[in-house]
């Protein structure tokens, strides 16, 4: 009886992210909203119990998912320093689609971060925190970097004998260089779920609110995405 209605709860989840879907294509129409589609395809290297390794290919839609944003190719690491406490970094190779202005065209940018994350578990509930700090530039131009300390935290619930447990996250953006463009820049709500194949990889979907802070007209950016993970494991 349990197993039946996990799997009804499936259903009503998913038939309430097709409709939370469909409603935000339909509103769409204007400067201050849009949709966009992420899609990526990872490839995850476990060396032990303390090292762990990724490369991942990323693919981002916008104009409601009918223009290229940007693509990149991203190898990020990660460092388990004690129990339930990890650190690590990304270096991320950006091609960003500039379809504004006089000159329009493709621009090379370079990203790396720096991260540090805590996770503990209370009853059936996994937190987890993450502080990272971000940097990004533009290559061959001589500007300011990009940087931003952004502060996430995720809920997970677990629901025993069902693969989709749902995931929750709330993030925050604090951007800051030379000038007077400081402070709080965004945030981002995601709510998603993975679901694991057995000696196949790892599927995780997700819908995403963004929304614009400080700004005279903010803009709510409203993302879906889809991320495939094969795993490796040293033996």
Known sequence: MKNKNHHNLSYYIAFLLCIIV???????????????????????YKLNKKWSFELEEQLRLDENISEIREYFTQLSAEYTLMKNF????????????????????????????????????????????????????????????????????????????????????????????????????????TLGTDYNFKNFGKITLFYRIEKELNETIPKTTNIIGLKYTYTIKNK
């Open 86 to 189: 990890k650190i690590g970094g990304g270096l991320r190779f950006i091609r960003e689609n500039d379809n504004e202005g006089n000159i329009q065209g493709y621009e090379n940018h370079l990203r790396y971060n720096l991260d540090a994350s805590y996770k503990h578990k209370i009853n059936d509930f996994s937190i987890k925190y993450r502080l990272r700090y971000q940097n990004k530039n533009e290559l061959s131009v001589d500007d300011n970097a990009n940087q931003n300390i952004r502060f996430k935290t995720g809920l997970e619930y677990n629901i025993k004998k069902w693969k989709l447990d749902p995931k929750f996250s709330a993030e925050i953006f604090n951007h800051f260089e030379k000038g007077d463009e400081n402070g709080f820049s965004k945030y981002r709500l």
């Open 22 to 44: 469909v409603q935000t294509n339909y509103t769409q129409s204007d400067d201050t909203k849009d949709l966009e589609g992420w899609s990526s395809i990872g490839l995850e």
